[in-house]
């Protein structure tokens, strides 16, 4: 029997943890929650939560570089990543019903699968997709992600709703905040300097 307040962990008949048992380090805890590295332990442990982030940018390029800059992969791996972490495709396919496979995570230790499948492209004005992300068996997140293309005076109001199911609590939903926050920064920075 297991009690809810201790995290639950695996073990052998011997009494020896599955899984590896491993803290955070000081300078984990102080990073930002889109730095932090998950340990199977800690995906096990939390609840499910459910968020709505929403962020808006206005971009000084049209909607149509605004799309190609997304739509082109070698470009999206440019910018689609916050500084300290990296995103490896191993497959990309930008069409309806497409799906892209990567793998996201600090830089240098990227080990937690994504997968994203497009659900609606209308060029030059919205891309609606699934994403789900997992470390190893274990479900980490699934979103409903839209990206709102208009065109305004400046040249693009970007608005971005993910809806995320995080089955290890709150960190995700902040991770994604903060994170999505970041990659829009660098797009924008990525679109002004092309």
């Keep these: 029997m297991t009690r809810?307040?201790?995290p639950y962990s695996p073990r052998s008949a011997e009494g020896q943890h599955l899984l590896p048992q491993r803290k955070e380090t000081a300078r984990e805890m102080h990073a930002p929650r889109h730095n932090r590295r998950w340990t199977r332990p800690a995906l096990v442990a939390?609840?499910?939560?459910?968020?709505?982030?929403?962020l808006t940018r206005d971009l000084?390029?049209?909607?149509?570089e605004v799309f190609a800059?997304?739509?082109d992969l070698d470009a999206r791996t440019e910018?689609?990543?916050p500084e300290g972490q990296e995103m490896v495709y191993s497959d990309g396919s930008f069409r309806k019903n497409g799906t892209d496979k990567f793998k996201c995570g600090p830089t240098g230790q990227a080990e937690m699968d994504g997968q994203v499948r497009y659900v609606e492209i209308d060029?030059?004005?919205r891309i609606v997709y699934?994403?789900?992300?997992?470390m190893g068996t274990d479900p980490v997140a699934v979103s409903l992600v839209s990206w709102q293309l208009d065109p305004s005076t400046k040249g693009t109001r970007l608005t971005v709703v993910s809806q995320v199911c995080s089955y290890i609590g709150d960190d995700i939903v902040e991770g994604t905040r903060e994170g999505l926050g970041a990659t829009l920064d660098q797009l924008s920075k990525y679109l002004e300097n092309r």
């Excluded at 939390?46 to 929403?54: A, C, D, K, L, P």
């Excluded at 000084?60 to 149509?64: A, D, K, L, Y």
């Excluded at 699934?130 to 997992?134: R, W």
């Design 4 to 6: 809810p307040d201790i």
């Design 46 to 54: 939390r609840q499910r939560t459910h968020s709505t982030v929403e």
């Design 60 to 64: 000084t390029s049209p909607p149509e």
């Design 69 to 71: 800059a997304y739509a």
């Design 79 to 81: 910018w689609v990543a």
């Design 123 to 125: 060029k030059d004005t």
């Design 130 to 134: 699934l994403e789900s992300m997992t």
